[in-house]
Structures are given as structure tokens and as C-alpha cells.
């Protein structure tokens, strides 16, 4: 047995069974490993920032991680976007890097290149194996420290040369650390601040709290205080649709947030950070809370969020009965143009049962909220790094690990363009994937950013470095090309028709909505 065989038998005797990868040269030994030893999944990406957003997406609804082999410095540079999203979204994976061989790093070949160095900023655990021997010892510590709580991403760099080495066998993987319960403390400190502020006090939420149970805990103590409870801006995953707490996020744009966050004199934090703004504008405050506004930490993602719910809410003896009933958007099946809202109507109609919402629909998708929440039951995903071209391969990671539900990936034609190789992948695997690309032929965001920084009123050179035209994208040939099949609408009576067969078939689709 060679140090890849033992690494990939650790991995698998580690609950690590699903490999996202783009092989090289020096990854070729782990390759090999991969028909001698049963009971890994390996899913080929044809790009590193596809194969590091699948492993982010499978980690969100597995709630275990998944590996992902890279081929030395370039190839985790590929991949290093999605993993910042996947570090902000607290996703456990276990990257396994090919490194050059140990004797010839020292002759500074083409891609010889700092590993460790690249990896340090989206990692927490970082580890290179000196010999064959160490190889499964050093699997089974990045596995423990992707399993942890909160988890982390874990890259082990792997020499050629420990590789084919001759190694001992497979090593027990650490036991894993369990979320904390939580601060009795906190949860009293939360309550006492929660009787006194009422409708004054502001219950931030986000990770683990957004699960159906932590979300009617909630209910039952805005309920019965009268706080306001909503969630982060962008949250890893949320438990949305008829039946469940429907809350409101806090808006991306400044000028919404800060009437909305005004009159709070206190914010209570479970999991969720300090509401601060995405970029510094001029003449606008980063943080968007109001000055003299007081934030008590209830969790942290490292605690059990929804066991300090039960307890918050027993302190305050808040029951089921407590909550209140909230009115929906009543759903419609729209027609005529496609606008904003006809497009959320139209969306929240064809949302399945027990569907997976992979959310980067960036400027068209800011109103799609109030409508679906009255949807189907589903999970919602968000880009929390903001890196774009998260979607489409977390849309794909999130098939591989729920495949019996319909996922369905809502994109903008600009971040689409930059992992769309996800197509090829989900094809391949013939993976429940419905991708609706909201193509405007332009960076819409980055056409407000203009405004928003105040750089003044954009000429005809500074146009051309926002619009997606000369030539026009055409996404339903570019979907086709990679085996999946598509089509174009240009109407919401056509877009309600797409989306009804696309759901309703097995396999790929994509639905281009031309704005």
C-alpha cells in the first residue's frame, strides 16, 4: 500500500466518500488509489473554482464534508474563490493538494509555488505530509478538523513522492469536537435584555438557528417579547416556505438598511455578526446599526444555537401558542412582461416540495423574499463571501448530496460566466439541477457600485467595462455545448411554462430569461 491508497482509505473509513477533483501529474498515485479502493465517489470538474463551490454546496446539505484533489499551487489558486465563500459559510472540507515530489521542489520547476502560503488565508488547518508514513496520521487530522465545530477547511499538501511511497495503512480519524451547548449565561443575559427592550430589540440570526425548529423557536419568542427577528443579509442555508417563521434579511443597499435598523436600542446576535455594510461609500456609516444601539452575543457558530432557542424561549416561558400569525404574499400566476416581481411570482409558484434554492441572482433576485416565502417548503443558499460564481457549482454539490431533491440555481449572466463549466459536471452525473440565468447583458450591480461610490456618471469606455454585449451572450448554445439542455424566454408566461417542464424532468436544465 502506497501513501495515496492509505490517504484514500482513511478518508473513506472517515465518512469522507465523495472527492470533487481536477487531477494532475502529481495526483496521479491518489488516481490510481481510486480503483483499488472501494466506496469513494469522485465528480470531475473541469475547473478548480467548480470543484471547491461543490464541495461548499455538499458540505451546507450533507452537513459532513466532502474532499477535493488539486493539482499543486495553481491549481488551489483556481479554486481559492470558492473557498473563501466556503470559509464565510463555516463548510468543513478536507482539500487534498498535489505537491511536487520532496527531492524536487528545490529546482524551482514551472509550477513549484508556495502551498502552504496560498492556503493559510481560506484554511484554518494546514498541514504538508513529510514521508509516507505520516500520510494517513495527517488524513485523519484534516477529516477531525473539517468535522469540528465550527468546522473548518482543511488542506493536506501531498509530495509525489509520499505518495507512492510505501506506507503502513489507514489511521483512525480523531474524535471529532461536538458543538458546545451553549452559555447558560448568554441565554439569561438575552432573555432579561429581551423582557426589558420588547419591540426595541432586534434577534440577529443566522447558521444553525435558521433550521426549521431553531426559526419556530424564534417565532414563539418575537411572539411573546414582541422583538423583531431577521436574518444576516446572506445566510449558509435557511429553512423557507409555507409553515415555517418567515423573516426578513437585512437589505444589501445602506439607504434600505438604516430605516429598518433605526429605532433598535439593542441586537441580539445568534451566530450573526455586527450588521455592517459590504463596501465603504462615501458619506456612509460601515456599520449600519444606529449609535448608541447596544449587541449581546447569545452563540457563536461554535455553540448549539437551536438549544439556547429551547432554553431562551423557556426562560421567557414563550410557547407554540405565542406566535403570530403572519401574512403572506398571495401567489398568482403572473403574466405578460417579465419584471422583477412576475419573475419572483412566477418562481415562487414552481418552487417543488422540499426543494434546494441556490440564490446569486444578485440585483433581479432582491425581491424574490416576500413572495417565496409563501412557496413550497425549501432551503435557501446564499453567497456568503460574495465572491460571484458560487452558485452554479453549490448548486451542484448540494445535488450530489441530496439527490432525490430538485435543486434550483437562480444566477446573473455576469456570474455565470464564471464557473459554468458547473454544466458539464451536472450533465455527467445527471445531477436534479434547474440553472435560470437572469441575463440583462449586463453587470447591474456593478452599474450601482458606480453610483454608490460616487466616481460620478460613467462614459462610454467605462460602459464598456460593465455591459455584457459585442457579442451577446447566448447562453442556451453555451448550455447545449456542454450537454445540457436549455431554453430562452422573453415573456413570463413563457418563463412559468419552462420552468414547469424543467422541474418536472430528471437530469439538467437551464432556462435563460432575457431581461
Not at 470558492?82 to 515530489?101: D, F, M, R, W, Y
Not at 496560498?118 to 468535522?147: F, Q
Not at 435558521?210 to 418575537?222: D, N, R, V
Not at 465572491?387 to 457549482?393: A, D, L, V
Request: glycine share 10%.
Amino acid at each position: 500500500m502506497n501513501g495515496a491508497e492509505s490517504l484514500v482509505r482513511t478518508l473513506v473509513a472517515g465518512g469522507v466518500d465523495v472527492c470533487f477533483t481536477n487531477p494532475g501529474t502529481s495526483e496521479m498515485h491518489f488516481v490510481a488509489a481510486l480503483d483499488r479502493v472501494e466506496g469513494m465517489r469522485c465528480v470531475l470538474g473541469l475547473f478548480e473554482g467548480v470543484v471547491t463551490g461543490a464541495a461548499d454546496g455538499y458540505y451546507r446539505m450533507k452537513g459532513t464534508p466532502a474532499s477535493t484533489l488539486l493539482h499543486l499551487g495553481p491549481g488551489l489558486a483556481n479554486g481559492l474563490a470558492n473557498l473563501h465563500n466556503a470559509k464565510k459559510a463555516n463548510s468543513g472540507i478536507v482539500n487534498i493538494v498535489g505537491q511536487h515530489a520532496t527531492y524536487h521542489i528545490g529546482y524551482n520547476a514551472p509550477l513549484t509555488s508556495d502551498i502552504e502560503g496560498l492556503a493559510r488565508p481560506m484554511s484554518s488547518w494546514v498541514r504538508t505530509s513529510p514521508d509516507s508514513k505520516s500520510v494517513a496520521a495527517d488524513g485523519a487530522a484534516a477529516i477531525a478538523a473539517a468535522k469540528s465545530a465550527p468546522a473548518q477547511i482543511a488542506t493536506l499538501i501531498l509530495p509525489a513522492d509520499t505518495a507512492w511511497n510505501e506506507a503502513d495503512g489507514i489511521a483512525q480519524v480523531p474524535a471529532e469536537s461536538q458543538r458546545a451547548n451553549y452559555s447558560a449565561q448568554a441565554v439569561d443575559h438575552a432573555a432579561k435584555v429581551l423582557r426589558n427592550g420588547g419591540a426595541s430589540t432586534l434577534l440577529l440570526m443566522t447558521g444553525s438557528a435558521l433550521t426549521e425548529h431553531g426559526l419556530a423557536l424564534a417565532a414563539q419568542i418575537a411572539g411573546k417579547t414582541g422583538c423583531k427577528v431577521m436574518g444576516q443579509t446572506y445566510n449558509p442555508r435557511m429553512a423557507r416556505g409555507k409553515g415555517r417563521f418567515a423573516i426578513d434579511r437585512i437589505p444589501y443597499v445602506i439607504e434600505q438598511a438604516l430605516p429598518i435598523l433605526k429605532d433598535f436600542k439593542n441586537i441580539v446576535l445568534v451566530e450573526a455578526n455586527d450588521p455592517v455594510a459590504f463596501f465603504a461609500y462615501p458619506n456612509k456609516p460601515s456599520m449600519l446599526k444606529p449609535q448608541g444601539c447596544e449587541v449581546h452575543r447569545m452563540t457563536s457558530g461554535a455553540e448549539n444555537s437551536v438549544a439556547a432557542l429551547e432554553a431562551l424561549a423557556g426562560a421567557l416561558h414563550a410557547q407554540p401558542a405565542d406566535r403570530q400569525p403572519q401574512k403572506l404574499v398571495e401567489l398568482a400566476k403572473p403574466t405578460g412582461a417579465l419584471t422583477h416581481a412576475s419573475i419572483a411570482q412566477a418562481i415562487a409558484m414552481a418552487i417543488p416540495e422540499n426543494a434546494i434554492v441556490v440564490d446569486e441572482s444578485v440585483t433581479t433576485g432582491r425581491g424574490f423574499f416576500p413572495p417565496t416565502a409563501a412557496a413550497n417548503p425549501h432551503d435557501w443558499l446564499q453567497n456568503m463571501g460574495g465572491s460571484i460564481g458560487f452558485s452554479t457549482p453549490v448548486a451542484t454539490g448540494a445535488a450530489v448530496a441530496c439527490p432525490d431533491r430538485k435543486v434550483i440555481c437562480m444566477v446573473g449572466d455576469g456570474s455565470a460566466m464564471y464557473t459554468l463549466q458547473s454544466l458539464w459536471t451536472q450533465a455527467r452525473e445527471g445531477l436534479n439541477v434547474v440553472t435560470i440565468v437572469f441575463a440583462n447583458k449586463i453587470y447591474q450591480i456593478l452599474r450601482g457600485e458606480f453610483d454608490g461610490v460616487g466616481a460620478g456618471e460613467p462614459g462610454q469606455r467605462a460602459l464598456d467595462m460593465l455591459k455584457l454585449d459585442r457579442p451577446d451572450l447566448d447562453f442556451v448554445a453555451l448550455a447545449r455545448g456542454m450537454g445540457v439542455p436549455g431554453r430562452a424566454v422573453a415573456n413570463v408566461d413563457d418563463f412559468v411554462k419552462a420552468l414547469a417542464e424543467a422541474i418536472a424532468e430528471p437530469g439538467p436544465r437551464l432556462i435563460e430569461v432575457q431581461m
